[in-house]
């Protein structure tokens, strides 16, 4: 169900298995803390992932602390 929009060659190796050794971009329209796509290239590294990179369009400013 998980891999339902993938064609029926990637569903039948597994989406490990299509990722090895290639290389991956992660497009992020705005950055937060980072945790998310930090956590991305991680679990992608983990599954043979040979390159992956980020992209982001915008990084969200500092929260500041208000006493309100």
Known sequence: ESMKGFSPAIR???IEAFLKDKNV???DDV???GATLRR????????G???????CIAKSAK?????G
Do not use: P, R, Y
């Open 49 to 55: 992932v040979a390159n992956v990179a980020v992209a």
């Open 63 to 67: 929260e500041e602390k208000t006493d």
């Open 12 to 14: 039948s190796k597994g």
């Open 31 to 33: 950055m937060t803390s």
């Open 40 to 47: 991305g290239v991680e679990l992608l590294s983990q599954s």
């Open 25 to 27: 971009v992660i497009i």
